[in-house]
């Protein structure tokens, strides 16, 4: 069951966390907004399954479109000009932009919705059975879900023209561009891929959870943990990261008191980085599946 369970929690870490890997990864962004992203997608899906009666996957869809054009609109409006002007203090400029903006999506989030939690009762009705452990059918979609959009992240970046140009930015943003690439366009298509991950993560979450307006806070707080360990920019290494946070969380609520399953992923962290700063799978390797 426990198995069950970590598969379960680490798909919702998943999204989020490869979404700031690649994010970091890519461009270098030290982004404190990501977990708003999925804050945003679950409202915006509660809006279409509960007030327009979209089908799911429907709903799955067009709430992705939408957090991949806001994630471009704000890269092109404010990352751009601030990416002109920062120089070396680039990476921190990012963390206070990105501050900002997560606290007037909070606080626009509480003055339209109010501290009020939004959910569904099931998107897909019904439970399986595997190996004697009964699941919801909502959690298994979801699990497969995820494991299906992390593939087609890999296979978009490993084997498509634009992957590769994503690829060759985040190595070489000099060599990339006397190549041809365009690393404006290619810097704007990374956040809005990342905003696609982290608001299909919302959708996920408000399906088995809730939604609420400080939800990013924690979302954000867990993917920088999953990334910290991983090593920062490492997809591959965040995606084994999130299923190890999920299994530590679940350790720490059935053995020890409650509020451990918040303590005890940070006192990893800090180990991790006391023992190996660069993180559990950094490597000198410049590619962001291997670094």
């Known amino acids: 069951m426990d ?3 970590t598969l379960i929690r680490g798909s919702l870490y998943v999204l989020v966390s490869a979404s700031l890997a690649l994010l970091f990864g890519i461009i270098s962004v030290a982004s404190f907004m990501h977990g708003d992203f999925a804050m945003l997608g679950g409202y915006v899906s509660f809006f279409l399954l509960v007030s327009l009666g979209l089908d799911p996957i429907l709903a799955l869809v067009i709430t992705g479109v939408l957090m991949f054009f806001l994630g471009c609109t704000i890269e092109k409006a404010l990352l751009l000009p601030l990416r002109k002007t920062s120089g070396k ?14 606290q007037v999506f909070q606080n626009g989030a509480l003055a339209v919705f109010g501290p009020i939690f939004y959910g569904v009762r099931s998107l897909w009705a019904g439970e399986v059975s595997i190996f004697g452990v009964s699941i919801s059918i909502d959690r298994l979609i979801i699990l497969v879900l995820s494991i299906t959009i992390i593939a087609g992240l890999w296979a978009f970046l490993k084997y498509t023209r634009i992957g590769r140009a994503i690829l060759a930015t985040g190595m070489n943003e000099e060599a990339a561009s006397i190549y041809g690439v365009n690393v404006n366009n290619i810097y704007t298509l990374t956040f809005g891929i990342s905003a696609l991950l982290s608001g299909i993560a919302g959708v996920f979450y408000m399906a088995l959870f809730t939604t609420y307006p400080l939800m990013g806070v924690s979302y954000n707080l867990k993917a920088w943990i999953v990334v910290l360990i991983a090593g920062l920019g490492n997809i591959k290494g965040a995606i084994y990261c999130s299923f190890l946070l999920a299994f530590i969380e679940i350790v720490a609520t059935k053995t020890l008191a409650a509020g451990w399953q918040n303590v005890l992923p940070v006192i990893f962290v800090i180990l991790v980085l006391l023992f190996k700063p660069t993180g559990i799978f950094g490597t000198e390797v410049k590619g962001i599946w291997e670094r």
């Open 89 to 102: 203090l680039w990476m921190f400029n990012t963390f206070v932009l990105t501050l900002g903006i997560s």
């Open 3 to 5: 198995i069950v369970l």
